[in-house]
């Protein structure tokens, strides 16, 4: 069959009691699901044919909205910490930037204009910074940017580095680092760029997500 014919799921996983949960199906592929800060929604990408876009469910009802209706790839949201807006990626300009929308799918714009392509974005809890990974030159960077686009600054660049998390507290990113021909590891930074180190995790590892604060 092909793949734009079959019904993607989404599923919610419940680590305390093992419960899988189905949230509906959805024609395509489904990728790069996010929760909101307060946890009743979920962002997500739907690809079908080629493109992508980002749809919005709110949990409670199960029902979903979709945001994007672009011809470009749209992927990888990620809510602001108040919970109004989601910056994404989209190449809708000619190459992968990052942009910011509202909550509803309104107000798009574009964020960042620096040379390269741009990724794999997250919003900080403390919501003053947005996290991105950019890709220039043979070359990948982990990177903060004001939500307006401004200010943007380079913490580390490696011949691979991704995947940024940001730590609770808003100071700190973990990210992936692969050497070439190596094993990836998992490093973080803070967020001036000076105090740069290996994770306390002995083995590989690539695209870590740092929780919330436990209580």
């Known amino acids: 069959m092909d793949l734009t014919d079959e019904a993607a799921r989404i599923y919610l996983f419940d680590l305390s009691t093992g419960r899988r949960e189905s949230l509906g199906e959805f024609q395509g592929m489904v990728f790069a699901p996010r929760f909101s800060p307060d946890g009743t929604k979920v962002a997500f990408s739907v690809e079908r044919n080629g493109n992508s876009d980002i749809y919005v469910m709110d949990l409670r009802s199960r029902t979903s909205r979709r945001l994007t209706a672009d011809p470009a790839i749209d992927t990888s ?4 910490p108040d919970g109004s807006s989601i910056v994404f990626n989209s190449d809708r300009g000619g190459s992968p930037q990052l942009y910011v929308m509202n909550l509803d799918g309104s107000g798009v714009r574009r964020i960042s204009f620096g040379s390269g392509r741009y990724s794999t974005p997250v919003w900080s809890p403390r919501g003053d910074l947005i996290a991105f990974t950019r890709q220039n030159g043979g070359r990948f960077s982990i990177g903060v940017m004001a939500p307006d686009g401004s200010g943007e600054r380079i913490l580390t660049s490696s011949y691979l580095s991704e995947g940024p998390t940001w730590a609770p507290n808003g100071r700190y990113i973990m990210f992936f680092r692969e050497p070439p021909g190596g094993s990836p ?3 973080t930074v803070d967020v001036t760029g000076r105090v740069e180190k ?3 995790y002995a083995g590989a590892g ?6 919330p604060l436990l209580d």
């Open 185 to 187: 590891s998992l490093w």
């Open 198 to 200: 290996p994770a306390p």
């Open 206 to 211: 690539s695209d870590p997500a740092w929780s």
């Open 77 to 80: 949201p990620a809510f602001s």
